[in-house]
């Protein structure tokens, strides 16, 4: 396990936690783009549109792209908190549990989705929330056994106060991000795209040895590729 606390150097630590950070600025730079500047052009041509050849993009690039600036900034907390974590425990899990976690969901959203339209992180993040719950299981984490622990207590027994200026809410109650995975009363809340995310996952810290086997000469390649170009 490579994370904070396990890797040679904090160095070594950083240069692979940096694509959290990086994810995020690039998702902010797409939300000033398309919510300030444009009229919400790169939300019409990015969206995951279900079963539609113009909307098979959006299996990836819905996940950058946001409703409005409470939308964002709502999911900007979860992302730190829940991805945080990941780097945390250890930061070569990120990129898997990222990439699957939009690909799980969105391939299936875009095979069976009921919406016209998906944006949002949601379901990257619940894949989040779903890997770090199952590594208790698959792995006996004492880390995911915490989190779990805090999630449950805050959802019955009273408000967690985390990020209140990013989450919008004088209060943020942290374990209601659970009831997104139920069938909602508002129609506008994918909480299917919760759902999936959350089982996808489960699926990923199950097959995670199995993952890093496969992508590791990808993430290889790509490293290379990338270096070569810098230079």
């Known amino acids: 396990m490579n994370g904070f606390f396990t890797a040679q150097s904090f160095q070594d630590w950083f240069i692979q936690a940096r694509l959290l950070f990086d994810l995020l600025v690039m998702t902010w730079v797409v939300a000033v783009v398309d919510l300030a500047i444009s009229p919400r052009l790169i939300t019409h041509l990015g969206a995951l549109k279900p079963r539609k050849i113009i909307g098979l993009p959006g299996i990836i690039s819905s996940a950058f792209l946001h409703g409005n600036w409470q939308h964002l900034t709502g999911n900007t907390a979860y992302y730190l908190i829940f991805g945080g974590m990941i780097v945390v425990r250890d930061a070569r899990d990120f990129p898997i ?56 207590l805050s959802l019955f027994f009273g408000d967690l106060i985390i990020f ?38 489960i699926w990923i810290a199950w097959r995670l040895n199995d993952l890093h086997t496969f992508f590791k000469p990808i993430f290889a390649w790509w490293q290379t590729t990338w270096n070569t170009l810098l230079n």
Do not use: C
């Open 164 to 201: 209140p200026a990013l989450s919008g809410e004088q209060k943020w109650v942290f374990g209601r991000t659970l009831w997104g995975l139920f069938p909602s009363v508002n129609g506008r809340i994918a909480w299917e795209a919760h759902l999936l995310g959350f089982i996808g996952g």
């Open 97 to 152: 549990v990222s990439l699957m976690g939009a690909l799980i969901p969105g391939i299936l959203l875009w095979l069976f989705g009921r919406h016209n339209g998906y944006v949002g992180a949601s379901g990257v993040i619940f894949a989040y929330i779903g890997f770090v719950v199952s590594l208790i299981y698959f792995y006996r984490d004492p880390l995911a056994l915490m989190f779990f622990v805090a999630m449950v």
